[in-house]
């Protein structure tokens, strides 16, 4: 299905096509049509099938921009997730003149809330952050018509699901919710029995979860050869860019030290590092200055 097959205004279909997305994924074409009626959704696909879009156009269908209010709120896991979805939120809705802030600890609280007072409709934010602008009643939620729950599993895998909960006592009960899981553990499914009003349950079979444009393949090494193989590797391909994940902070900072022993242009972030230090290393990245990212899957998402 393509976009311009959506109910979408013309505003957002010039941007659609501007950013050069023709055919919608299998969430998109789905979750799109429900979320415009204003049904609550449960969309369970993995990291990287659209979701953003999925839930971002519908959304920016909807705000009026005559209004100064807040009118939706989406609760990402990581500081790097509701930096992207903002900027992706931002991108759809300009030519419409949506403003989208977002909020993360890390960064100046102080800075944040001079900049929800010049104004957003939508307002994307991690969980913990969200709480403490809540308890200083530093953000206005009364007027919100839709929220948004990204990545709920790894929220959840993170301890923020007291957060959460008190986040979704403090919004409107006449709202839409639209909630994005990976997977459906029990807390995630009491979410939406208790917070949501006869959500429609979209799962994307797993052989739409990953593209054909992509090449995937693995290699099976012993453990202790892991990291000549690993450079062998990248002698051989030689890519432009490069990102690796390793699965432990303590892992992506030994991963990071040999590849620039061994001369290769490598840096990486997790979440122990200064929120200031994973944007620097991340511009870095996006400027082609870095050739290697290594990262947590924590760290990375939304990347």
């Known amino acids: 299905m393509k976009f311009n097959e959506f109910n979408l205004s013309a505003e957002l279909l010039a941007e659609i096509e501007k950013a050069g997305f023709v055919e919608a994924s299998p969430i998109q074409e789905q979750t799109i049509p429900l979320a415009l009626e204003g049904k609550d959704v449960i969309g369970q696909a993995q990291t990287g099938t659209g979701k953003t879009a999925a839930f971002g156009l519908p959304t920016l269908e909807k705000i009026r921009t005559e209004e100064a209010t807040i009118q939706a709120l989406v609760i990402a896991p990581t500081r790097e997730l509701a930096v992207q979805s903002q900027e992706e939120l931002f991108r759809f809705g300009r030519s419409k003149g949506v403003k989208v802030r977002s909020v993360y600890g890390g960064s100046s609280i102080e800075k944040q809330i001079k900049g929800l007072k010049a104004g957003a409709h939508i307002v994307v934010g991690t969980p913990g952050r969200l709480v403490d602008l809540i308890k200083r009643k530093a953000i206005k939620l009364d007027q919100l018509e839709t929220l948004i729950l990204d990545e709920a599993d790894e929220m959840l895998n993170m301890g923020f699901l007291e957060d959460i909960e008190s986040i979704l006592k403090a919004v409107p009960d006449q709202r839409q919710t639209l909630l994005f899981s990976a997977t459906m553990p029990p807390a995630i499914k009491r979410i939406g029995v208790q917070f949501m ?83 620097q290393v991340l511009k870095q990245f996006k400027n082609g200055e870095i050739k290697i990212l290594v990262a947590t899957d924590v760290a990375a998402r939304g990347l």
Do not use: C, W
């Open 197 to 279: 009003t006869n959500p429609e349950h979209i799962q994307i079979a797993a052989k739409e979860l990953t593209t054909d444009l992509v090449e995937q393949f693995y290699v099976r090494v012993r453990d202790f050869e892991k990291f000549d193989t690993l450079t062998r590797i990248l002698d051989v391909q030689q890519p432009k860019l490069a990102i690796m994940f390793g699965r432990t902070k303590r892992r992506v900072d030994e991963l990071t030290r040999g590849l620039e022993l061994r001369g290769f242009n490598a840096a990486g972030i997790h979440g122990d590092l200064t929120q200031q230090k994973r944007s």
